[in-house]
């Protein structure tokens, strides 16, 4: 079975550009989740998608993020103008059934975004 | 005050050691706790889930005291490949994860 899987695996951008970043979850998991680890700090929430709705998005930093999962599949994040503070690690996890108490969230590979 | 709290380490053991880890948390509505392994330039995978009983699974157990919001885990007998950075990690009824930092792992032949 696929993993997470995400694209692209690096992106070096300039501030003030456009940078989208893509995640496609394991098959059948309704639950999408973005996370971002930015350099030396911890790896923190961003949003969690369940299905193509957005169930919380109390991470996402500013207006200039912008993520979508349209039609309940892959899930793409939008920055719109990046800033320098944006660069780091941009993750994405899915997992099944929020129901199931110790639900194991399954994360992929991530996306290295450098903004200059 | 971080949400997760974890000693960054690094720790730097010989092949063979036991080496615990351990971790708080300040959210006292938490339901859910976890240790992640996140090797270099790669993401985080479940180690193992916490329950508050404890448990085991071969060489690494953790322990869970709600009381105190403390979390810790124990690697016996330290493989070279058990060098990583492990990652506490706790969520709640929203499901989301919330991390420590991390406590970087280096076992020496």
């Known amino acids: 079975e696929a993993g997470v899987t995400q694209f692209p695996s690096h992106s070096v951008i300039e501030k003030g550009q456009t940078v989208t970043l893509r995640c496609d979850p394991i098959s059948g998991h309704d639950n999408l989740y973005w996370y971002r680890r930015v350099m030396g700090k911890e790896i923190k929430f961003l949003l969690h998608?369940?299905?193509?709705?957005?169930?919380?998005e109390s991470g996402m930093p500013n207006n200039r993020f912008l993520a979508e999962r349209t039609g309940g599949t892959y899930s793409t994040l939008k920055v719109q103008p990046a800033e320098l503070e944006d660069s780091g690690v941009y993750f994405c996890?899915?997992?099944?059934?929020?129901?199931?108490?110790?639900?194991?969230?399954?994360f992929g590979p991530g996306t290295r975004l450098t903004v200059l | 005050r971080k949400e997760v709290e974890q000693d960054p380490g690094p720790f730097n053991v010989p092949e063979g050691a036991t080496v615990a880890f351990n971790c708080t948390y300040s959210?006292?509505?938490?339901?859910?706790f976890f240790w992640y392994r996140q090797d270099c330039r790669k993401e985080p995978k479940l180690l193992m889930s916490?329950?508050?009983s404890g448990n085991e699974d071969g060489r690494f157990t953790a322990q869970l005291n709600r009381a105190s919001q403390y979390i810790s885990l124990l690697i016996r007998d330290s493989k070279l490949s058990d060098s990583a950075t492990y990652l506490c990690v706790v969520s709640g009824s929203a499901r989301q994860l919330t991390f420590g930092s991390g406590t970087q792992l280096t076992v020496l032949p």
């Open positions: 959210n006292s509505a938490s339901q859910s």
């Open positions: 998608f369940v299905k193509e709705s957005k169930q919380d």
């Open positions: 916490v329950y508050s």
């Open positions: 996890a899915s997992s099944q059934d929020l129901a199931v108490f110790y639900n194991e969230q399954f």
